[in-house]
C-alpha cells in the first residue's frame, strides 16, 4: 500500500488525467468531446491542464503561490479562463496528499492545509482571480480579490462561502466532494456500463443537488436554481446510472443550456475535483 506523501510526478498525472477524463464524459451545459460550448472547446482544456498539472502539484510551495502561478500558465496556454475552479479545489488536496507530516488520512492533511492558509495565500490566490476574471466575478465591500487583501485567505473563503461553493469547500474541508460526491462515484464506478457513464453520472447528480454557483454570478440566483430544477427532472436518466439510452436526452438538454448560454462551471469544477480526490484515495487505499 502506497503512503503518504505521494510523490510530485503522481499528483501531477492524476491532475491531468482528472482533467482529460471529465471531457470525455456528456456532461450537460459543460464543454466534452461530444460538443463544443461558449466560445471554448475540448482543446482549450487540454492545453490548461497540461500547463497548470506541474504547477498544482508543487510540495514545496504555498497553495496560494501554487494557485496563482497555475492560473497564469493555464491562461497563457488556452488563451481563456478554462480552470480556474478546478485549480482552485485541486491545489489544496495536491498540497495535502504530497506534502509530509499532515497525518495519515486525506481528510486530516486536508483539515491541516486548508486552516493554515494565510494572508500570503490571500494575495496570491486574489491575483489569479482577478488575472481569469471569471464571468460575474461583480464586487463585493469585504474581500474583493481587486483589493489586496486584509485577512486570511481562510477568513476570505468564509466571507464568500454564502455566494461560492467554491469558497463553502474550503471551509467545511471539502464536504461536497467527501461526503456526497465521492462515495456516489464509487458507486456509479460498480455499476456504469464505462467510465464515462459513472461521470456523466456524477455531474448530473452534482447539478441536480446544488445551485450552480457560476450561472448564479452570471445570471442570478433564480436562475441556477431553475437550471437546478431541470437537473432534477431528468435525473431518472441517471438513476441509478446513466446509461447509453439516455444519452440523446441528455444531449438534448446540453444543447438546451448551451442556447441559453448557461455553463455551470462550477458543478464541472467539482467533477474534476472528485476525480482527483478519487485518484488520491484509491492510491493510498
Known sequence: MTRFPLSTEFISQAFVTACLDELTALK?????????????????????????????????????????????ASMAAAGCNTNL?????????????GESGRGSTLPQRLSGVLGGLDKFDA??????????????????????????????????????????????????GYAD????????????????KTRELAVTTLHMNLLARFPDTHVARKFGMATAEAVRDDARRR???????????ALGALQEFDAELK???????????????????????????
Do not use: W
Not at 496560494?64 to 492560473?71: D, L, T
Not at 435525473?235 to 439510452?245: H, I
Open 123 to 172: 494575495e496570491d490566490v486574489f491575483a489569479a482571480i482577478a488575472h481569469a476574471n471569471p464571468g460575474g466575478l461583480g464586487e463585493v465591500g469585504s474581500g474583493d480579490v481587486r483589493a489586496p487583501p486584509a485577512m486570511r485567505l481562510c477568513d476570505a473563503m468564509r466571507l464568500a462561502s454564502q455566494r461560492d461553493r467554491i469558497a463553502l469547500a474550503y471551509v467545511t
Open 28 to 72: 450537460p451545459g459543460n464543454v466534452h468531446i461530444h460538443a463544443a460550448g461558449h466560445d471554448m472547446d475540448v482543446a482549450h482544456f487540454e492545453r490548461a491542464a497540461r500547463a497548470a498539472a506541474p504547477l498544482v502539484a508543487q510540495p514545496s510551495l504555498s497553495v496560494g503561490h501554487n494557485i496563482r502561478r497555475a492560473v497564469e
Open 259 to 285: 442556447a441559453r448560454g448557461l455553463n455551470p462551471g462550477t458543478t464541472a469544477d467539482f467533477v474534476v475535483a472528485t476525480l482527483f480526490t478519487e485518484s488520491i484515495s484509491l492510491q493510498v487505499a
Open 85 to 97: 475552479g478546478i485549480i482552485l479545489l485541486c491545489a489544496p488536496l495536491a498540497l495535502a496528499a
Open 177 to 192: 466532494i467527501l461526503e456526497f460526491a465521492l462515495p456516489l462515484l464509487k458507486q456509479a464506478r460498480e455499476i456504469a
Open 235 to 245: 435525473l431518472p436518466l441517471c438513476q441509478p446510472v446513466a446509461t447509453d439510452e
